[in-house]
């Protein structure tokens, strides 16, 4: 069974850091690319970030780049997202999602094939 578990997640005040973890089970990790997204109330989800287990290849869009670093521990099975100087409009369930590294890039999340629950992140002005 494919799982992916998000945690990290919490209440920080702006300018603060969290780390969340994306743990993965019931696929060959290596064979897959790992991206964030993130859905605020009222807004459409927004892929933010990935990465490709095999090589290492990242994406971020322009709204993280500079403050989130995406990472991964292949022996863990398991994506980090470190986020720095965290702003209120930052504030969403972030989700975790895999899918074959050729579909990942596009940050679209129809192409992602399996996903988290999900862990809130707010952020306090």
């Known amino acids: 069974e494919v799982q992916l578990v998000e945690s990290g997640g919490g209440l920080v005040q702006a300018g603060g850091s969290l780390r969340l973890s994306c743990a993965t089970s019931?696929?060959?990790?290596?064979?897959?690319?790992i991206g964030w997204f993130r859905q605020a109330p009222g807004k459409e989800r927004e892929g933010i970030s990935a990465?490709?287990?095999?090589?290492?290849?990242?994406y971020y869009a322009d709204s993280v780049k500079g403050r989130f670093t995406i990472s991964s521990d292949n022996a863990k099975n398991t994506v980090y997202l470190q986020m720095n100087s965290l702003k209120p409009e930052d504030t969403a369930v972030y989700f975790c999602?895999?899918?074959?590294?050729?579909?990942?890039?596009?940050?679209?999340?129809?192409?992602?094939?399996?996903w988290g629950q999900g862990t809130q992140v707010t952020v306090s002005s």
């Open positions: 999602a895999a899918t074959e590294p050729r579909r990942a890039w596009g940050m679209i999340d129809l192409e992602y094939d399996y």
């Open positions: 019931g696929f060959t990790f290596d064979d897959y690319a």
């Open positions: 990465i490709s287990s095999s090589d290492g290849y990242t």
